[in-house]
């Protein structure tokens, strides 16, 4: 090993991820190497993703660090982050809306008495939202909630709600979506 990367490895995989896994169980990797009867050289080649592993070598792996093996290979898989700006949404109150497909994030500063609804924006979502300053009800069905600073609330975004702004302020809602391979699927898409 000459101490790079080699370039013709299959990028869709990073293994460094193993460090993370080792340190958690309080593992040397000499002692990972002795729990897992692989040599020294061949957990470090692993861990410092310069070798192609065998499903043997990350069987033997996974099992001492006490994960399964589509556990490892998953933790291992490579994902992309994605960066996009806001979009500003017209409304009484003023929204920016950060979109990856139906995961959303919406900043909202309102002033007392305005009323945010959304529900054309919900796809299948949990909702969450956290009170950054000033208070907020949001009705949710027949509920009333109030919500002041540092506030949070999860809830099924299919519900039927609306938020109510009491006192000037600003809020964050963000929509999660149920089915979470929708954001796995998002992250594994090359980056634009």
Known sequence: MNGRIDDSMNSN??????RILRKRRHLTLEK??????????????????????SLKTLDALAHALHVSTSQ????????YSLK????IKP????????????????????????????????????????????????????CIYRLEQYDTFLFNGMHRHSYHQIETGEFVMIHIPQDVTVIERLLSQNPQ
Do not use: W
């Open 91 to 142: 409304q009484t109150c003023s929204c920016r809306i950060a979109q990856f497909g139906p995961a959303k994030m919406i900043h909202v500063t309102a002033q007392t008495g305005d009323q945010i609804e959304g529900m054309d924006e919900h796809g299948n979502v949990h909702e969450m939202c956290y009170i950054i300053h000033g208070i907020v009800d949001l009705h949710l069905e027949e």
């Open 72 to 79: 490892l290979i998953n933790f291992a898989e490579q994902r």
């Open 32 to 53: 990972l190497a002795e729990q897992s009867n692989l040599t020294y050289a061949t957990v470090v080649a692993v861990e410092s993703n310069k070798t192609h592993p």
């Open 13 to 18: 995989y990073d293994f460094r991820v193993m």
């Open 84 to 87: 996009r700006k806001a979009q």
